[in-house]
Nanobody, 111 residues
Framework: QVQLVESGGGLVQAGGSLRLTCVASGYMFRGKAQGWFRQAPGKQREFVAEIAGGGARTYADAVKGRFTISRDSAKNTLFLQMNALKPEDTPVYYC?????WGQGTQVTVST
């Protein structure tokens, strides 16, 4: 059974940083793509960042230059380093891999 568990969300002031972590069980990262999405209440889930099986990284324009996606394949762990946070970065963040999704972690950025 595949399970993805996110952590690291919380309350931070605008301009601050957070690091999200996603640990996978029953699923091997190596050679596969993983990503982060986010969803605000009443809105569609939106793409944030992806790291391909070969390591290439892709970012949404809204987070480019501020967020960094990385992973430790040996530990089946995905990270999202978020810097220079803005209030619009507030929603629930989800990690995903091969069609599997975590339960989400809430990020709240205060002004």
């Amino acid at each position: 059974q595949v399970q993805l568990v996110e952590s690291g969300g919380g309350l931070v002031q605008a301009g601050g940083s957070l690091r999200l972590t996603c640990v996978a069980s029953g699923y091997m990262f190596r050679g596969k793509a993983q990503g982060w999405f986010r969803q605000a209440p009443g809105k569609q889930r939106e793409f944030v960042a992806e790291i391909a099986g070969g390591g290439a990284r892709t970012y949404a324009d809204a987070v480019k230059g501020r967020f960094t996606i990385s992973r430790d394949s040996a530990k089946n762990t995905l990270f999202l380093q978020m810097n220079a946070l803005k209030p619009e970065d507030t929603p629930v963040y989800y990690c995903t891999g091969s069609g599997n999704w975590g339960q989400g972690t809430q990020v709240t950025v205060s002004t």
